[in-house]
């Protein structure tokens, strides 16, 4: 059973830092584009971050450019996010996904083929 963990996610002041890892098991790894998502209760989930198979070509939401940077390591298959400059805006559960097709993980958050089950994120002011 293919399994996605996060971990690294807990509470920060505002400007602080966070860095999430996301471990995936039985999960021919290379062969799918990651994404991270994150939701806040009463709103829906949003993509924060996806990288491509390859690890060539990335995207960012607007509210997260220049301060969070996605990245994978193919021979680990662990994908990572690293969040700077953090603001309470940022507080969410943030979801590792990861799919088949680009166009469906940079599409939003709809039915990508594994979701993990998500870690906090809490910044306070």
């Known amino acids: 059973q293919v399994q996605l963990v996060e971990s690294g996610g807990g509470l920060v002041q505002a400007g602080g830092s966070l860095r999430l890892s996301c471990a995936t098991s039985?999960?021919?790894?290379?062969?799918?584009?990651m994404g991270w998502f994150r939701q806040v209760p009463g709103k829906e989930r949003e993509l924060v971050a996806a990288?491509?198979?390859?690890?060539?070509?990335?995207e960012y939401t607007d509210s997260v450019k220049g301060r969070f940077t996605i990245s994978r390591e193919n021979d680990k298959n662990t994908v990572d996010l690293q969040m700077n400059s953090l603001k309470p805006e940022d507080t969410a559960v943030y979801y590792c996904?990861?799919?088949?097709?680009?166009?469906?993980?940079?599409?939003?958050?709809?039915?990508?083929?594994?979701w993990g089950k998500g870690t906090l994120v809490t910044v306070s002011s």
């Open positions: 996904a990861a799919d088949e097709t680009w166009r469906t993980i940079t599409g939003g958050a709809g039915d990508m083929d594994y």
């Open positions: 990288i491509i198979r390859g690890g060539s070509l990335t």
């Open positions: 039985r999960l021919t790894f290379s062969m799918y584009h």
